[in-house]
C-alpha cells in the first residue's frame, strides 16, 4: 500500500475508492494490518507540537520502519475501524510508535456512591444530583442559587437587594466527573474529576473575588477591574481581572501549571502580599510552572490543548511519567490502579484517549510495551 494513500486516509482525505482499496489491504495480511497501525502512530504522533520538531513525518517514514519490530498481535476485524490510542514511549535515541483498534465497549458504571456533593456554610453537606433541578438554600433560609443537572448557578444579589451575610461553600467533585458552576460574580469555572472549589456565596463588601482550588478547573472570569479575582492553588496565587485560563493543583503533584488561553494572569507566592513587581505574568499560549518543593516559577509557550482537552471529556499526556499517568486514569475512570513492582515508572510516555474504556486503555499499553495487568471491580493490579 502506498503510504500517501495511507497519509490520505488518515487526514481523513481519502476518497471512497482508496477506503476501500486500504479496508481490503488490511484484510488481506495480519502483516499489513500491523503496518497500517504503526504508520498511524506516526501520524498521531506528529499532531504533537513537539514531537512534529523530533520527527519529520516524509523524511522518517522510511526509517522508522527499521526501528519498529512489532511482535504477534490478534487483532479483531472488521469493515469499520477505530482507532482508541496513540501511545508513544520516549528513548534516548528516538521514539518507537504504537497504536492499536478496539471494538466499542460500555464504560463501567460510576458507584452510586460516588456523588458530588456541596458544603454550606454552617457545615452542612447536600449531595447534588445531575438527574435533579433544585435550588440552594443558604443556612438562613435563602435561595442563593439553582442546581440544574450538571451546573450550579449562584444568583449576585437577593430579590430584595440586599447582600448575604458573608459565607464559604466547597463544591467537591469525585472521580470520573466533572461539574460547572457560576459564581455570585457570573464567572464560570468548570472542575475536573478529584477537584473542590471554596468560595464565598456573594462577592459584595469585598476587595477580591478569591477563591481556592484543590485539584484542576478551567476559569472563564469575568472582567472587573475594580475587583481582582484570585484563584489560590497550594501556596500560589493567580491573580485576574478578566480572562480564561486552566489551573491544575492536585495535593499528589509536584507542580501547580496555569495554562492561559486569554487575557493576562500574575503568578505570586500567596505568603506574600502581591507586588506586581515580584510576579511572573503570564500572557496566553504560555504555560506557567509552579514547583511546590523551591516556589520557582517557570514560563514557556504551550500548546493549549494538552490542558484544555479534559473539558471535552479526553485526556492527552506528553512526556509524562508512568506514574503521573496512573493517577490521572484514575481521577478520570474512578479506578485505584496498583503497580506492584513499579513497571515503567520512570519512563515517558505521549498518550491521546478519548472515549476508550479503561479496559481499553489498559489493553493499548499492554500490546505496546507487555505490561500485565488484572482487573477486578474496579481495581487493576499491574505486574510484570
Known amino acids: 500500500m502506498e503510504d500517501h494513500k495511507l497519509l490520505r486516509y488518515f487526514e ?7 477506503t476501500k482499496e486500504i479496508i481490503q489491504w488490511l484484510n488481506a495480511d495480519e502483516a499489513n494490518e500491523s503496518y497500517f497501525h504503526q504508520q498511524k502512530a506516526q501520524y498521531v504522533a506528529s499532531k504533537f507540537s513537539e514531537t512534529s520538531n523530533e520527527v519529520d513525518v516524509d523524511r522518517k517514514w522510511d526509517s522508522f520502519r527499521d526501528h519498529l519490530n512489532p511482535g504477534p498481535a490478534s487483532f479483531s476485524r472488521s469493515i469499520t475501524w477505530r482507532y482508541a490510542a496513540a501511545v508513544i514511549m520516549v528513548l534516548g535515541i ?23 456533593t456541596l458544603k454550606l456554610g454552617d457545615g452542612k453537606v447536600v449531595a447534588i444530583d445531575e438527574l435533579s433541578d433544585l435550588p440552594i438554600i443558604n443556612e438562613a433560609g435563602k ?6 443537572g450538571s451546573k450550579l448557578s449562584y444568583l449576585v444579589h437577593d430579590a430584595d437587594g440586599t447582600t448575604d451575610q458573608l459565607s464559604y461553600n466547597t463544591l467537591t467533585v469525585p ?12 464567572t464560570h469555572v468548570t472542575l475536573n474529576a478529584g477537584s473542590s472549589l471554596t468560595y464565598p456565596t456573594s462577592f459584595d463588601n469585598m476587595d477580591t473575588r478569591s477563591v481556592t482550588l484543590i485539584g484542576e478547573a478551567y476559569f472563564n472570569v469575568r472582567e472587573d477591574k475594580s475587583l481582582p479575582f484570585i484563584v489560590n492553588a497550594d501556596q500560589m496565587n493567580i491573580r485576574v481581572l478578566g480572562t480564561q485560563f486552566n489551573v491544575s493543583s492536585y495535593p499528589e503533584d509536584e507542580l501547580v501549571q496555569t495554562a492561559l488561553v486569554e487575557g493576562k494572569v500574575s503568578i505570586y507566592d500567596d505568603r506574600k502580599p502581591y507586588a506586581p513587581a515580584a510576579s511572573s505574568t503570564l500572557s496566553p499560549g504560555q504555560l506557567a510552572t509552579w514547583n511546590k518543593a523551591d516556589n520557582e516559577v517557570q514560563i514557556k509557550e504551550t500548546p493549549l490543548d494538552m490542558y484544555t482537552a479534559w473539558l471535552s471529556g479526553k485526556i492527552i499526556f506528553k512526556n509524562v511519567p508512568f506514574q503521573n499517568i496512573i493517577k490521572k486514569l484514575e481521577r478520570h475512570y474512578d ?16 498518550a491521546s484517549f478519548d472515549v476508550e474504556s479503561i479496559e481499553e486503555v489498559m489493553e493499548t499499553f499492554k500490546r505496546a510495551y507487555g505490561l500485565h495487568y488484572q482487573i477486578e471491580g474496579n481495581k487493576i493490579t499491574i505486574h510484570h
Do not use: H
Request: aromatic share 16%; charged share 20%; no cysteine.
Open 12 to 18: 481523513g482525505k481519502a476518497s471512497e475508492e482508496e
Open 335 to 350: 479506578v485505584d490502579i496498583v503497580n506492584l513492582d513499579g513497571t515503567f515508572n520512570n519512563e515517558y510516555y505521549t
Open 143 to 148: 435561595i442563593i442559587g439553582n442546581q440544574i
Open 94 to 116: 528516538g521514539y518507537l510508535f504504537y497504536t492499536f483498534q478496539f471494538a466499542a465497549e460500555q464504560a463501567s458504571p460510576v458507584p452510586a456512591e460516588n456523588m458530588i
Open 175 to 186: 472521580y470520573a466527573k466533572r461539574f460547572e458552576i457560576i459564581l455570585p460574580d457570573s
